[in-house]
């Protein structure tokens, strides 16, 4: 039972280099997001999507893209990383976001470091 | 004023002890509430959803003040395996709306 499931684990990256995150669930959860997480701090939202096709900003959605091209995946894009965004990131899929059935199920984190 | 605030802690607590933590929502539309564990480096984990008549797991409970816009959790009897972080988290009554979390407060609980 994988759950949801993000790679990498660990990752340094370089300044002005770009990478995805990648995101994959397997419990056909219509919604998906991205959140950071800074020392001490709590999930900052980046992007979320509500079912395949359909993305929209959060939070803090600067310097990152996303795509949901199908119900399962939700890769996160750094373009021009910045040391600004090393932090933990988090990917998340619920089945609704309001009502029954909300729980968010969480990957195991991506623990990103820009240098 | 941020969406959902909460009190950052640290309680440190004894084993035994009964703890409360609060957390304020700014948006009166908010809909569904929650209160997720968080152990060091590791991901979130749900730990009660709140409704609105209150809500009680074994030594948690959950309630929820709509008119002063704030949830509240309450641990009685603090086991040393409940030194975590927990986070409320809200979503709001427009479909299609996300998961906004608190930025979570830490509980230390010791012997």
């Known amino acids: 039972n994988a759950g949801v499931t993000q790679t990498p684990k660990f990752r340094i990256l370089k300044i002005g280099q770009s990478m995805t995150l990648q995101c994959t669930q397997d419990m056909n959860h219509n919604y998906m997001y991205w959140y950071r997480q800074d020392p001490g701090m709590g999930l900052k939202l980046i992007y979320y999507?509500?079912?395949?096709?359909?993305?929209d900003k959060g939070e803090v959605p600067n310097g990152y893209n996303v795509s949901r091209s199908t119900t399962e995946d939700f890769p996160l894009r750094l373009e021009l990383a910045a040391p600004s965004q090393t932090s933990v990131y988090f990917c998340a899929s619920s089945y609704r976001s309001t009502g029954l059935d909300t729980e968010a199920f969480f990957g195991q984190g991506t623990r990103l470091t820009v240098v | 004023r941020k969406e959902v605030e909460q009190d950052p802690g640290p309680f440190n607590v004894p084993e035994g002890a009964t703890v409360a933590f609060n957390c304020t929502y700014s948006n009166s539309a908010s809909q569904s509430f929650f209160w997720y564990r968080q152990d060091c480096r590791k991901e979130p984990k749900l730990l009660m959803s709140v409704y609105s008549s209150g809500n009680e797991d074994g030594r948690f409970t959950a309630q929820l003040n709509r008119a002063s816009q704030y949830i509240s959790l309450l641990i009685r009897d603090s086991k040393l395996s409940d030194s975590a972080t927990y986070l409320c988290a809200v979503t709001f009554s427009q479909a299609g709306t996300a998961l906004i979390f608190g930025k979570g407060t830490t509980l230390s609980v010791s012997s």
């Open positions: 999507s509500v079912g395949a096709g359909i993305t």
